[in-house]
């Protein structure tokens, strides 16, 4: 295991509307804002898309992801980490609970994914916390590595205070 502690900065509300697409709509807000790590928690609903429910093969590497598509409106719970890749772009990692008609599906939601109706998402911004997304040779994703060099900011790029005005972050 490997840590990096930080400490909550900004708290967003934000109203997701019939159609947004995610998880792009939160990485762009949290690009404008210049949030670059957070934790993200999501209620609603979701109407189309495709979720990721697990690799075909467990022992294939790079796995192979299995896909589910997304047939109808799904009452929705989910919760996801946000951080920069190498290139300083927040992508948010977020897994949910879809129920229907008694049923659920959980998985990775797909870039692509719409909301039905409405969805709230709760971004907490986390400030000093040394992470990022990098690439991974075996596994072909971007995952999240804690206290790398890539994850600390630069000389010229201080940590984000709750006061410092958006985009000012990587």
Not at 5 to 23: K, M, S
Not at 32 to 54: D, P, T
Not at 134 to 155: M, V
Request: hydrophobic residues 40%; proline residues 9%; contains cysteine.
């Amino acid at each position: 295991m490997k840590v990096s502690e930080g400490r909550i900065g900004r708290v967003f509300v934000i109203r997701l509307e019939d159609g947004d697409r995610l998880p792009e709509c939160i990485e762009r807000f949290a690009e404008q804002n210049g949030v670059s790590i957070a934790h993200v928690v999501l209620v609603g609903g979701i109407g189309a898309g495709e979720v990721v429910v697990g690799p075909r093969q467990s022992d294939a590497m790079p796995p192979e992801p299995m896909l589910l598509p997304i047939d109808g409106a799904h009452e929705t719970v989910g919760v996801g980490v946000l951080a920069p890749r190498a290139d300083g772009k927040p992508i948010l990692h977020l897994h949910a609970a879809l129920g229907r008609s008694g049923r659920t599906t959980t998985g990775c939601l797909r870039p692509g994914v719409t909301t039905w109706l409405v969805g709230e998402a709760i971004l907490y911004e986390i400030l000093d916390a040394k992470a990022a997304r990098l690439p991974d040779a075996a596994s072909g994703f971007d995952l999240l590595t804690i206290g790398s060099p890539e994850a600390q900011p630069g000389p010229d790029e201080p940590h984000r205070s709750p006061k410092a005005s958006p985009g000012t972050d990587r």
